[in-house]
């Protein structure tokens, strides 16, 4: 199994472009997630996904969207890059139930808006 | 906000058990803690959780305050590799009609010495 994969590593983008944040796990998890990591904090939820068609905002949804089509797959979309949204961002998934959870994360894109 | 609170940094010798302390006063009596760690920017790793009982797995033991407002991980036999930031963690439910989430603090920075 491959876990979670991240494309693309490493991204620059100038204010008010947008790019999307791809995610897939092959591990046929239930929950999917976003976080972003600014310099020396811990993560913050962007938004989560409990199943294919049902994504909920997290802590910091402001300027980010997502969708679940499938199980695999949890696409970030950024519509209109601003200089906050610089960051680095984990995507993670995991089985969901009776407090058991362990996230699995992926190797994270460090994106920079200029 | 951060449910938990971790002291900033920590050194430990090559070979001997890190104690990695955690406080969290205000823990509901459904709240998980887990413990993850995150080495130099990579994605974070899941290493242990518990609710009320002390656990044990292969990488490390977690002891839990019988008042639950405080715990402890325990690396037994730490060696180089394990310099991380560690994450102690409270699985939340921010409202009623949301699901749990995981509310990250700024961890703390475990430096092993040689």
């Known amino acids: 199994n491959a876990g979670v994969t991240q494309t693309p590593k490493f991204r620059i983008l100038k204010i008010g472009q947008s790019m999307t944040l791809q995610c897939a796990q092959d591990?046929?998890?239930?929950?999917m997630y976003w976080y972003r990591q600014d310099p020396g904090m811990g993560l913050k939820l962007i938004y989560y996904s409990v199943g294919a068609g049902i994504t909920d905002k997290g802590e910091v949804p402001n300027g980010y969207n997502v969708s679940r089509s499938t199980t695999e797959d949890f696409p970030l979309r950024l519509e209109l890059a601003a200089p906050s949204q610089t960051s680095v961002y984990f995507c993670a998934s995991s089985y969901w139930g009776q407090g058991n959870e362990k996230l699995f994360f992926g190797s994270g894109t460090q994106l920079s808006v200029l | 906000d951060a449910k938990t609170t971790q002291p900033t940094s920590m050194d430990c010798a090559e070979g001997r058990a890190a104690n990695l302390p955690c406080n969290h006063s205000t823990i509901s009596g459904n709240e998980y803690v887990y413990w993850y760690r995150q080495i130099h920017s990579q994605g974070p790793q899941y290493i242990i959780h518990g609710l009320k009982n002390n656990e044990t797995n292969e990488m490390a033991s977690l002891i839990i305050t019988e008042d639950r407002k405080s715990s402890t991980l325990i690396l037994p036999h730490a060696t180089l590799r394990d310099t991380a930031v560690y994450y102690c963690i409270v699985r939340v439910k921010p409202s009623m009609d949301s699901n749990y989430q995981l509310i990250w603090g700024a961890g703390t920075k475990l430096i092993i010495k040689p």
């Open positions: 591990m046929n998890h239930n929950y």
